[in-house]
């Protein structure tokens, strides 16, 4: 039988810069935002799965919906 490695990673509220999340109004600057998206790129890799579940990423529209990046 052959075998497979299965991970999860919260993206911990990953957002696009610029814009709102939660009470803070002017969201993520774009430094910030490049070196989460660094950062989750080595963690990722470091995980080395074969299978790889992710949640809390998305951006708040200025409607309040939710709607998925995708890179």
Known sequence: MKKFSV???NLL???EPGLPIY????????????????????QIDLL????LASR?????????????IHP
């Open 13 to 15: 509220n990953l957002n």
């Open 23 to 42: 009470k803070d109004t002017k969201g993520w600057s774009q430094t910030q935002y490049n070196r989460k998206i660094a950062w989750t790129a080595r």
């Open 56 to 68: 809390s990423c998305g951006t708040r529209t200025h409607s309040g919906t939710r709607s998925t």
């Open 7 to 9: 991970a999860t990673f």
């Open 48 to 51: 080395n799965a074969d299978v």
